[in-house]
């Protein structure tokens, strides 16, 4: 891509990407805090709506492809979802029907839109696609393995032009709540977190070092040898909330870095609703010192698919 990589700052091992105030990174201008830019004139602006099974994400790109304030929402169907979050996203940040040029969609629920958004043109993208292209813009990469982790979590490869589907998991937010509900009997992921801040992994995992009295290969004796092997009958909800969490992260990301042998890859960008876990700025370095990779969560990463479904445009 053209243009400045945005300044970041290093936590250990992880890259977390932060906007500078007025940094550039190919066209999108961020500014510090609030991480977005709105134009004098926010004409021509094109819509990028991913249509989850949870949420709906929604963004505008401007003809100067800027980012304007994103927003999500929670509905019990797709299309009320949609429907939702465009007049919201309208009101909110003070745009006019006429500054919306067209609508581009994706995600799940994409497919239940049959019509265009109130009169705009309206195209659905591929969501491959749409993960390829908002996480290069975002992260500023141009080879990479982009991770999207949503209810269900994809795998894409991003080579330059090359955006394909590695594979996936039927494991992610989904799952952690669905768990969650069951052994905890709540599937709130405020609460879940607020009982993780308090978990002891100690109670949950077995480590290698428990196992094995000597060095095994390059793992750490602190590396996890069996995810829930040292759980009891009575274990604590705050161990079980906290290991959950790990286990659901553990999988993806050591899934992520099996899918991406032979492609001479080992950047990895995490996007979606759990690339927000505070776990995963704990958990990925663990995993990039283990096998030499580098796991990178961009700035917009909670809606980098709704920005690649805008970009998805200006790409055909």
Request: with cysteine; hydrophobic share 45%; net charge neutral.
């Amino acid at each position: 891509m053209a243009g400045r990589s945005i300044a970041c700052k290093m936590r250990i091992g992880i890259t977390i990407l932060y906007p500078l105030e007025l940094a550039e990174n190919g066209g999108l201008h961020y500014l510090c805090n609030s991480n977005y830019v709105l134009n004098q004139t926010l004409s021509n602006m094109v819509i990028g709506i991913d249509v989850g099974i949870s949420t709906t994400k929604i963004v505008g790109i401007t003809g100067e492809r800027d980012i304007v304030r994103p927003l999500r929402i929670k509905a019990d169907d797709p299309v009320t979802s949609l429907y939702g979050a465009f007049g919201k996203f309208l009101h909110t940040n003070g745009i006019a029907l006429a500054d919306v040029s067209r609508v581009m969609i994706t995600g799940v629920g994409a497919g239940y839109i049959k019509d265009n958004i109130y009169g705009k043109p309206t195209t659905i993208v591929d969501e491959f696609i749409a993960d390829g292209l908002g996480a290069r813009f975002d992260a500023d990469l141009e080879r990479m393995i982009v991770v999207s982790m949503g209810t269900g979590t994809s795998i894409v490869l991003c080579d330059g032009k090359d955006i394909r589907r590695l594979g996936g998991l039927a494991l992610g937010g989904g799952t952690l709540v669905g768990l969650a509900r069951i052994m905890l009997k709540t599937s709130d992921i405020r609460q879940i977190l607020e009982l993780a801040r308090h978990g002891d992994l100690a109670n949950i995992d077995v480590t290698v070092g428990e196992i094995s009295p000597l060095p095994v290969s390059r793992l750490a004796p602190t590396a996890t040898a069996s995810l829930f092997g040292n759980a009891t009958a009575d274990a604590k909800p705050e161990d079980i909330a906290l290991g959950l969490i790990w286990t659901v992260l553990q999988t993806i990301g050591s899934a992520t870095i099996l899918s991406s042998l032979g492609t001479g890859i080992a950047d990895y960008v995490m996007i979606g609703n759990l690339s927000l876990l505070p776990q995963c700025k704990q958990l990925f370095p663990i995993l990039e010192k283990m096998f030499d990779v580098r796991f990178f969560i961009p700035p917009h990463s909670e809606f980098a698919t709704a920005i690649g479904a805008a970009l998805s445009f200006n790409e055909r």
